[in-house]
Structures are given as C-alpha cells and as structure tokens.
Nanobody
Framework: QVQLVESGGGLVQAGGSLRLSCVAS????????MGWFRQAPGKEREFVAA????????YYADPVKGRFTASRDNAKNTVYLQMNSLKPEDTAVYYC?????????????????WGPGTQVTVSS
C-alpha cells in the first residue's frame, strides 16, 4: 500500500508557472505507474499526465501538451508536474495517483491509490 500527498498548488496569474510535487510513502514507489488528474467544480475528474515506472515515458492530455511536464525521482519517492503557461481553464484540484500494473492509463478508475489533492487557481 502507498500513501500520497500533493503540494505546490496555489494562486497564479495566467501565463505563470507552478510545480506540483507528490510524495509517496513506502519502499516500492518505483513499482508504480504515476498519474496526475484534475477536477474542476461541476466537472468530472480528468486525466492530465502519466509517467511510467522508470520515468522514461510520459503521456499527456491534449489540453496540456507542450505546457506541462511530468517527471519523477524514485530515490525521493516523488513525482512532479511542472506547469507552464497556465490558463484560467487549468483551475482545478490536482491529484496524483498510483497504479500497480505496468501499463499507464488515462482512466482514473485504473488507479489504486490517490492523494487528497492540491488546489490550483489561475486568474485571468
């Protein structure tokens, strides 16, 4: 089992940047595929990014491609989401999630563990 805690959210103006971090407990962090999701008020939770266990491959939702970058440091049990050129429509609660299987997934139902989330608000 793994516990996840996100940090790094906040209020930023459009065009600005934020870096989210997600720290995992446990000694098997490198065995998990990690994902980032977000949920805006009144909307369903949506996929943002995913990164494979070793960090060699990353996947992004179309709205964030070219602006967001996922990375991980398995020695620190941490996954990151660098968010640049932020837009008001990026405003949401951002969640990190861990998946035990080898393959990545865009579906939140495929992920086994979730953090409590961190709020990101982008003002226009």
């Amino acid at each position: 089992q793994v516990q996840l805690v996100e940090s790094g959210g906040g209020l930023v103006q459009a065009g600005g940047s934020l870096r989210l971090s997600c720290v995992a407990s446990g000694r098997t962090f490198s065995s998990y595929v990690m994902g980032w999701f977000r949920q805006a008020p009144g909307k369903e939770r949506e996929f943002v990014a995913a990164i494979t266990r070793g960090g060699a491959n990353t996947y992004y939702a179309d709205p964030v491609k070219g602006r967001f970058t996922a990375s991980r440091d398995n020695a620190k049990n941490t996954v990151y989401l660098q968010m640049n050129s932020l837009k008001p429509e990026d405003t949401a609660v951002y969640y990190c999630a861990a998946k035990q299987a080898i393959s990545t997934s865009l579906s939140p139902t495929r992920y086994d563990y979730w953090g409590p989330g961190t709020q990101v608000t982008v003002s226009s």
